[in-house]
């Protein structure tokens, strides 16, 4: 089974960094594709970013593009959001989520929640000031 733990959480002032970590462990030899989701109390849950398993494709919600970046270490089993220039409304409880294992191997990560099967406990991310 595969498990993933969030860290790096935390309050932060506006325009402030934060860097999220997601690690996984268990069936981690096949590598999938993750993404990262995020809700704000009272909101529905949304998409933030998503990685492919070998890292080659990425994609970012329009909201958080030139501000956020993932990258991952597979050697680390690691994938990390960094958010830049953070703004109140990026307040949010931040999840990682690792896709099925359709997209693994593949260049491309899928924008849907649906297609993430196994996901994480969550960080608390609080912008402000």
């Known amino acids: 089974q595969l498990k993933l733990v969030e860290s790096g959480g935390g309050l932060v002032s506006p325009g402030g960094s934060l860097e999220l970590a997601c690690a996984a462990s268990?069936?981690?030899?096949?590598?999938?594709?993750i993404g990262w989701f995020r809700q704000a109390p009272g909101k529905e849950r949304e998409r933030v970013s998503c990685?492919?398993?070998?890292?080659?494709?990425?994609d970012y919600a329009e909201s958080v593009k030139g501000r956020f970046t993932i990258s991952r270490d597979n050697a680390e089993n690691t994938v990390k959001l960094l958010l830049n220039n953070l703004k109140p409304e990026d307040t949010a409880v931040y999840y990682c989520?690792?896709?099925?294992?359709?997209?693994?191997?593949?260049?491309?990560?899928?924008?849907?929640?649906?297609?993430?099967?196994?996901w994480g406990q969550g960080t608390q991310v609080t912008v402000s000031a």
């Open positions: 989520a690792a896709a099925n294992d359709y997209f693994s191997g593949s260049s491309t990560c899928p924008r849907e929640s649906l297609a993430y099967v196994h």
């Open positions: 990685i492919s398993s070998r890292g080659d494709f990425i």
């Open positions: 268990g069936f981690t030899s096949d590598y999938r594709a």
